[in-house]
């Protein structure tokens, strides 16, 4: 396409009649403002502005949801009766041997030791299974035919399973491999890439508390585009709760469908809020009168937030939490302890920061408060199960110290949150009464029990607590949004049973998480943001076990390694893992083939020939061995060379990330920039710092695009500096959806999502160079992006909408004029939408479509080849 074309396809564009967009959800219709009795108007409305993120210019993130540490996923799927509540649970054994305990790791589960647990919700595509407990039934207590019906534990009611299947339990035995002697999972029926296998909803989610402030906490939006653009004039419509004053809602039906979960953890809030003020003016009060702090110093006995209560194992949940020394105050509501570190540094300032507690804290502590409400294994009508979490591994007994040290002080935290409302009451009556009279809070504290209040939610001792926050760590999941963005902590127990695989065949994913909110809310399943499914992302064979990562698939192995070893206690043997080491002790009898080189730790050849150089091997005992594997010559670096680019590549990384914190994107992007042109030179794109870079500097060079862009609000937007932006953003998602795609064993597999979203993003930075090549130059008596312009244009106003609140920035970055020629753009953009559809379909299931950026690519496709068909005829040119 000829450069006029583009202008054509330009000018055609600029002339369209306004159109719905459809890359951005329409502004609500009916912004519920008949607020909730307990809805508290007040609104927040720097904070939310913030929030209003771009579509799909988030932050970096991890590639998909996992397992925390945070271990890092519509329509109706075929899964019926998916979040039936009436749905009985199945029997599962209490005393389940600790996955990959002494003795459990060397022997397959054969037929006598395994209980078929069919899960209610899973039963049509995915099966649990475990070991039977020593005492448990009999092999012959387990019957199976062949079709329509299902192995069942006699006694108990046989369960039919729709459709007709086939296996046997030698493939399930067979496919036991990755963590015998503890739960995993496997396929019913063969699936096909982007297969939904399960849907669910957790049985605990709470958002991010980074984001409380920015987003409803029952559906996770952002306020809608309509409130985030007034946010700045405080018109922000996030109504916060009138109890709490912490939690926000977008309306009150969101606000009443959370008030379940939501109940005890408003008492705990406003609690610890007392407590905390309660606190602060004692601190104060004590250096006017030392008489009164000596009282309140015995009354606490001096280590009070460090106390668990009355426990017999007390002290060695104590020993732990203060094995490696000073007890350090993790992400919690550790005030107490946060006013003892102001003390040693002998800071008298009056004014005290209230720190709320971690998203995880939140999670787990729901989790006790249901299950209080209704019994272990019961169902809560309101929110879900609350019944599993006993059954998951904890590994308390296999954490190296510095992780149980962390993990104990956690507990101790959590124990104090959760006995924040009966500590406030006994300290100064019912918090009903609103907030405490300084007068009163002065007097002393009245007799509390902390071990009372916890034994009153069912905890009996110190170490179960612990446990409770051991197995939360190793079996919750990063809740996400539909572009891989993190937005809280989720739980479930079902989608814990699934093990971990560095080649997964698998992913949990949000496929409409934290959607905007579409004034007519809906919750049912498909479209409620919290649901989150398992996806085939390759073919599956019956019996094969399912397997997800935890971590991020594009680190390298010794980082794999130890974030698995250091939180879930386990070497992964998977067959990528086995190469990699074999790669680093080349002696041994693995030894992959010669040719392969991990993508992740390649170094390209000197000579530009296109191979590489496996790094793992440069730096083993064994580097004369290391030879491009295409042109056998030597590497044209060294070890330390290498070592010493990772070295400076992680000093910019950490330079830039802290930059762009600060929302200094146009420095965070020159950081970058000073050592990426020798990076490329010497680097495939998938080596892992360098891929890590290329993300960042995306990231940055979005954000300084869309303030120059927002400058219009004082001086006139810059355009040639966010075309600048924009174009330089494309070439490095360019390059980093290279690095997900190199070699003939990429880091992630197509249609993994990670690599979808990668793709898509790249695709929606093509649509906004080319509303770019569409605009009117800057200057020209046209609005800068008008309501009514291109679609396009609204992906660059989103952006825009995100960084307002920013301010915009000085763009000394501009030195390249943009390179690259309209008719490219159109077609990249549509090859990369192309692409897209395809690979998020994997992804995030094809029964969704994708998910919500699945459906975002559909449209934004189906309008380009709409504008292209009517190009063609006006012009009458060709378009391929
Ligand atoms: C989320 S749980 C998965 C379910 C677990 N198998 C169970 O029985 O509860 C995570 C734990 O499973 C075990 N695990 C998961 N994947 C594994 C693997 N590939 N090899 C060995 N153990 C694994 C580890 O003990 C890990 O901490």
Redesign the pocket.
Known sequence: MSSSAASSFAALKAQRDARCNPLLAPPSASSDDTADPILDATSSGAAAAAAAAPIGFGRPSQSQSQ?MPMRSAAQPTPLGGANDPRAPRPHVPRN?P???AAGS?VRLPDIQDLELRFDAISSERALFY?PLPKNGPSPADFRTSSAASAFSPAGGTPRSLSGSYSYSYSQLLSSS????????AAGISACRPGDVLLRLRPEVAVLSTALLEQRCSACYSPPSPADASNATAGANKLQRCSGCKVLRYCSAACQRRDWPSHRDECKALKAIQQLHTYRSALRQQRRLDQRLADRFAKSHGGSAPFAIGSFQDNDEVMAAATATGEPHGADSDADSADADADAKRGDTSPVDRLRLPSSMMRALARWIWARSRIGTGGKDKASGDAGDLL???S?RERYAPEELQQQAQLALHLAQYLTAHARAAATFGPVSRGEANLDEMMQPEAEFSQGDALRALGIESATELLDLVCQFS??SFTLTDSDLNPLGVCMHASM??????CTPNAAVVFPFGGAARSGQQNWSDGEDAKVMQLVALRAIEPGEEL?IS?VDVADAYEQRRSA?QK????????ELCRKSQARRAPAQPFAPSSHWVDPRTAVGCAHRCGGWIDGALLESAEPHAAKCNKCGSPAGVSASDVAQDREHTRDALTRASRLLERNEAEAAWNECATVLPMLVERYPPSWQPLFQLLRLSTTCLIEAGSNALSQHHVEGPNESAAMYCFDEAVRMQMLFVAGTQASNTPMYAKGHPARAIAIATLAKLALAQLDHVARPPSGSAQPVLPDHVAPNATVCRAAVDGTNARGGQTLSILRDPPSVPDEMRVDLAKQLLVQAVEELDIGFGRSNQGGRTGHEMRAALNEMQQELQLLAQTSAMSVS
């Not at 491999?177 to 995993?184: M, R």
């Not at 814990?496 to 695989?501: P, T």
């Not at 939180?567 to 998977?574: L, M, N, P, Q, S």
């Open positions: 397992p389940k600790e996955p990959g790791r475990a491999f990755s963590a015998p002697g503890g739960w995993a059954e998951l591994c590994h190793s079996n814990a049973m699934l093990n971990h695989s397997l935890y698995l939180r879930y206690c386990f070497e992964c043997r998977c």
